[in-house]
């Protein structure tokens, strides 16, 4: 692949992740529109009725790959497992801690598990760029944090309190799980798997897992016409058209690279909180939105190159640009 056509296959990747990440912004507010219908269930309908479209458009290229995707079970169960455990503890966060703060946990500290995960797992090398990305990133998440968790007392101070603590607790491990099966999606991909068919694997068997909690949980889901509504966006827009623009990312961008560039998730969150929940946000948390933004903008934002490729290190190369294509990331 040429230098100009890798560029653009990496823009492309970017792009389609920043666009997923818009529509999972959209997740937080529009579960507030079925307050009747509790987090596991939303989790449930959202990612577990996704995953079975992603599953059912990509049975041809699973059947074909079959015995690839055999090889590779480990991967496959743990990215599944990952799927299964990310919608629950995510929504519960955002129940518990709000709109905002659990968005921004959940999704402002990935890039981190991410990191460390292909740090010890593949052995990749962090670049200077990416780390500074991913310290403004964390940085904008705190903020973001810290002002709406000033508001999060009541009259005692202490109950809500602890569910913000509880919901933060929560959003770690929805963090954790979502780098897991972004890492996973991104492996099985490096290894010949096309990414409809990782994504239709991985997804598929964690929406199998999810359909007991949302036959259990799901009753308040058909008791009127708007839950029903708001669990059918949440399956079709965010979980179904947004994993399948992640997964044609993931094929041109490392898994940490696309959770970094996830990050403009919370901050579409936060805004649609102030302008649809009517959450309250202060000055602290638009700087965290900020700093968000140029986070974003370090990790999308084209190097100059220098006019002569031999004056140019290992180490110089190594650093430009944290977003690479599958083929150089291959084993």
Do not use: K
Not at 32 to 51: E, H, K, N, Q, S
Not at 74 to 92: E, I, K, M
Not at 261 to 281: G, H, I, T, Y
Not at 289 to 298: E, H, K, M, N, S
């Amino acid at each position: 692949m040429s230098r100009v056509d890798h560029g653009r296959s990496v823009g492309i990747g970017a792009l389609c992740v920043l666009a997923a990440s818009v529509l999972w912004g959209t997740t937080g507010t529009a579960a507030t529109f079925a307050p009747d219908v509790g987090p596991l269930a939303i989790g449930a309908v959202a990612m577990g009725i996704g995953g079975l479209l992603q599953a059912i458009i990509a049975a041809p290229q699973i059947r074909h790959h079959a015995s690839r995707l055999r090889d590779q079970r480990g991967t496959v169960l743990l990215g599944a497992a990952s799927v299964t455990a990310y919608p629950l503890a995510f929504y519960s966060s955002m129940h518990l801690a709000g709109v905002a703060v659990g968005t921004v946990v959940s999704i402002g500290t990935a890039p981190l598990a991410s990191a460390l995960i292909e740090r010890v797992v593949d052995g990749r090398r962090l670049t200077r760029r990416w780390m500074l990305a991913a310290t403004l990133g964390l940085l904008g998440t705190v903020l973001l944090c810290v002002a709406e968790a000033a508001h999060a007392t009541d009259g005692t101070g202490r109950s809500s309190i602890s569910d913000t603590l509880l919901g933060i607790g929560l959003g770690l491990l929805a963090a954790a799980t979502y780098a897991l099966y972004s890492w996973a999606a991104h492996r099985l991909i490096t290894r010949q798997i096309p990414s409809r068919a990782a994504m239709g694997a991985i997804f598929g068997l964690g929406a199998l897992l999810l359909l007991p909690v949302l036959l259990a949980t799901g009753a308040p889901l058909v008791a009127s016409w708007s839950n029903a509504a708001v669990g059918t966006y949440m399956a079709l827009v965010p979980m179904f058209a947004g994993y399948v623009l992640f997964g044609w990312g993931l094929a041109h961008v490392p898994a940490s690279t696309a959770t970094a560039l996830s990050l403009l998730e919370p901050a579409v969150a936060a805004v649609l909180a102030v302008l649809v929940v009517s959450e309250r946000l202060p000055a602290t948390g638009w700087m965290g939105i900020a700093l968000v933004i140029a986070c974003l903008a370090a990790l999308i934002t084209p190097t100059h190159r220098r006019s002569r490729e031999q004056l140019r290190s290992p180490a110089d190369h190594e650093s430009e640009v944290s977003v690479t294509s599958v083929a150089s990331h291959a084993d």
